[in-house]
C-alpha cells in the first residue's frame, strides 16, 4: 500500500520555465513533508520542506504548496536550470516518539533542457 | 555536507553470506536510519535507532538486522543475504524533528 505517491515517474521542463513536481498522500496523519533532491551516485539531498499547519513554504526558488483537504502536495522550481535535472523524492513523517520515520514517494526525474 | 560515511560503497557477495554495512557519523546526531531503494519503491526505511543500544523495525525489516554500540556507528546486517536484498542501502542521520541527512550509499549485489 502506497501511503506516498508520485504519479509521474518523469518530467521535462525547458530551462527558465517553470517546473512543477506533484505528490499525493493517503495517510492524514502524517504531519511533516519534505522534498529530497538526489543525483546519480549520491545521497539525496535535503531540499525543503512544510508542516502540516501551513500551506506554503518558500526558498529561493524553490516552493512548496500543500492542500490537506485534497491531501496533495507540490513542488514549484521557478525558474528552472540545468542543474535542477536530478530525481525528486516527496517524504512524509508520521513521528515514533521523536524520530522521524519518512515514507518516500517513488520519485520523478526532472530533465531541464536547455 | 553532514558527517556520514558509508562503507563499503560496493559490494558483490553470493547468496548465504552473512554481510554487514557500516554507516559512520561525525555530528553526534541521536537518530540513524537504514534505507534501502529499489527501482519503483522509492526509498523504504529497515531499521532505526534513537540512541546507543536503541532500535527499532521500520517498513522492511525482515531478512536484516542492526546494532549500535556508539553513538556515531551504525551497522545493518544480513545474516543470510539473498537475491531480493540486492539493492542500494542509505544510511540517515537526523537530530529530533529536524531533517533527515543522507550518506552517498552502498550499492549491493547478491550473487
Known amino acids: 500500500d502506497q501511503q506516498v505517491k508520485q504519479n509521474s515517474p518523469s518530467l521535462s521542463v525547458q530551462e527558465g520555465r517553470i517546473s512543477i513536481l506533484n505528490c499525493d498522500y493517503t495517510?492524514?496523519?502524517?504531519?511533516?513533508f519534505l522534498w529530497y533532491k538526489k543525483y546519480p551516485a549520491e545521497g539525496p539531498t535535503f531540499l525543503i520542506s512544510?508542516?502540516?499547519?501551513?500551506d506554503k513554504n518558500e526558498d529561493g526558488r524553490f516552493t512548496v504548496f500543500l492542500n490537506k483537504s485534497a491531501k496533495h502536495l507540490s513542488l514549484h522550481i521557478v525558474p528552472s536550470q540545468p542543474g535542477d535535472s536530478a530525481v525528486y523524492f516527496c517524504?512524509?513523517?508520521?513521528?515514533?516518539?521523536?524520530?522521524?520515520?519518512?515514507?518516500f514517494g517513488t520519485g520523478t526525474r526532472l530533465q531541464v533542457t536547455l | 555536507d553532514a558527517g556520514i560515511t558509508q562503507s563499503p560503497r560496493h559490494k558483490v557477495t553470493e547468496t548465504g553470506t552473512p554481510v554487514t554495512l557500516r554507516c559512520h557519523q561525525t555530528e553526534n546526531h541521536r537518530y540513524m536510519y537504514w534505507y534501502r531503494q529499489d527501482p519503483g519503491h522509492g526509498l523504504r526505511l529497515i531499521h532505526y535507532s534513537y540512541g546507543v543500544k536503541d532500535t527499532d523495525k521500520g517498513e522492511v525489516s525482515d531478512g536484516y538486522s542492526v546494532s549500535r554500540s556508539k553513538t556515531e556507528d551504525f551497522l545493518l546486517t544480513l545474516e543470510s543475504a539473498t537475491s531480493s536484498q540486492t539493492s542500494v542501502y542509505f544510511c540517515a542521520i537526523s537530530d529530533s524533528h529536524q531533517p533527515q541527512h543522507f550518506g552517498d550509499g552502498t550499492r549491493l549485489s547478491i550473487l
Open positions: 517524504a512524509a513523517r508520521g513521528v515514533a516518539g521523536t524520530a522521524s520515520k519518512l515514507t
Open positions: 512544510i508542516s502540516s499547519i501551513k
Open positions: 495517510n492524514s496523519m502524517f504531519d511533516y
